[in-house]
């Protein structure tokens, strides 16, 4: 159902109540209206006969006869004349007015007062006076149906005028269905003209202010789906560039290790061998041999000092595990004032960690005890490996000087790009990277990383 309809329906229910209860009114009107004229009409009418009918009963019955003959119809009256038999000897005639119709029963019945009926006796007979209110029934009826075309008629103009004026008004509603369908189509371009009258002006500009704010909206979450894409396809292409990375470095560790590692290694073994063999004939010669040995010595220390910080290869031989170990050995060694605690807590011999995530934890080890010892001055270090068979957790405690403040980490964090490429690293693994305050003092990484279901023995 419409609007418009709706509308129609509720104006005809609302002009149809008033109607009835004008006809209500009305014909309560035309009750008493009759009520009173019969009444009015047969107490005249008694009276009157009541009056004359003993002055001709004297005369006798003929002269009574001649006078009602005389008199005739007389208005709302029925009269009868009857002798001592009870035989009719005079009827009113009927009524011209109206002659051959008559109000419906069930109108007579609503408007119609009680018959009264009036009986003057007298010698020789008696008189019958007997109410009629079928003429005024009638004019009552003719009336009411005057009054009933007239309210139809009045029903029917309004009925058409509201169905126009409605219908006009909401005109600019089929314009407003019209843009919504073409909205739900995919048109977000569209548009809807200034709409007359005041509601569909509101409605019309809120209309076209959705529009503007969906294309905003649309604008914004293209871009963003944009920004989306690209951003992964760099995580994508810096997830390549790392894995390019730590093959290069493994690969540059490798050849440092077996090549070059063997080559300073001979060169000093030579060189030690000259030294042996020019020394009583050469003092000269045999101090530059030796000193070819020790430069050899040291260039062979310095190289094995790199190798670790390249890629660490025991982690490739022994494990994470080893790898720590390995890592907390050197540190003391190089750090001899430096107290580093090492806990295992899990045993990863039940866990196959994939190489992408050992190689995290690591360097997560690697990264948090340098920033200890490099900006912390950290004097002691705990650094725990924990977890079950769906988690690793690898957490570094030290005792150094703490987080710094806001405006010192602004300050510090130019060049510091170790532990933004070690979250980033994390959260390609889907895990999760925090560092916090320690109590009573230092700072504390917490690194977290899950384990897939195969990765278990379990599984």
Avoid: C
């Amino acid at each position: 159902m419409t609007l418009r309809l709706k509308i129609n329906l509720i104006v005809s229910l609302l002009t149809l109540l008033f109607v009835a209860a004008m006809l209500a009114l009305q014909l309560r009107a035309m009750r008493e209206s009759v009520h009173e004229e019969v009444v009015a009409a047969n107490r005249v009418a008694a009276q009157l006969l009541n009056r004359t009918a003993w002055l001709y009963a004297a005369q006798g019955t003929p002269a009574m006869l001649s006078f009602l003959q005389g008199v005739g119809r007389v208005r709302s009256n029925d009269i009868t004349l009857l002798d001592n038999d009870d035989q009719v000897l005079y009827s009113s005639p009927v009524s011209v007015y109206k002659a051959g119709r008559d109000a419906p029963d069930w109108f007579a019945g609503l408007v119609s007062p009680p018959p009264s009926q009036l009986s003057i006796a007298f010698p020789g007979g008696r008189l019958m006076v007997r109410s009629n209110a079928s003429r005024a029934v009638l004019d009552a009826w003719d009336d009411f149906v005057l009054l009933m075309l007239s309210a139809l008629g009045l029903l029917a103009v309004v009925n058409a005028g509201v169905f126009w004026l409605v219908g006009r008004a909401t005109r600019p509603f089929a314009d407003i269905v019209d843009a919504l369908n073409q909205l739900e189509s995919g048109r977000f371009d569209v548009a809807l003209r200034a709409l007359p009258g005041t509601e569909a002006a509101a409605i019309g500009a809120a209309f076209n202010r959705m529009v503007g704010m969906l294309q905003q909206h649309i604008e914004t979450e293209r871009r963003a789906v944009r920004a989306e894409s690209r951003l992964s396809e760099s995580r994508e292409l810096g997830r390549w560039v790392d894995q390019k990375i730590e093959q290069e470095r493994r690969l540059i560790a490798r050849e440092l290790h077996d090549e070059l590692g063997q080559s300073v290694t001979a060169m000093r073994s030579m060189a030690l061998s000259i030294a042996q063999r020019v020394q009583a004939l050469d003092p000269q010669a045999e101090q530059a041999a030796r000193l070819i040995a020790e430069e050899s010595a040291r260039l062979y220390t310095a190289m094995h000092g790199m190798i670790p910080r390249l890629t660490p290869l025991v982690l490739d031989k022994f494990g994470l595990v080893a790898a720590l170990e390995d890592l907390v050995e050197r540190t003391r060694n190089s750090h001899g004032g430096v107290e580093i605690e090492w806990r295992l807590e899990i045993e990863l011999d039940r866990l196959r960690l994939d190489t992408d995530t050992a190689l995290v934890l690591y360097r997560a080890a690697q990264e948090g005890i340098t920033n200890a010892l490099r900006h912390g001055e950290a004097h002691r270090i705990v650094l725990a490996l924990a977890g079950d068979e769906h988690t690793v957790n690898l957490t570094l405690t030290d005792d150094g000087r703490g987080l710094p403040g806001p405006e010192a980490a602004r300050e510090t964090s130019v060049g510091h790009y170790g532990l933004r490429w070690l979250a980033e690293r994390i959260d390609s693994l889907g895990g999760e990277l925090r560092l916090e305050p320690a109590v009573p003092r230092g700072a504390q990484l917490k690194v977290r990383l899950p384990l897939p279901a195969a990765t278990t023995e379990n599984a």
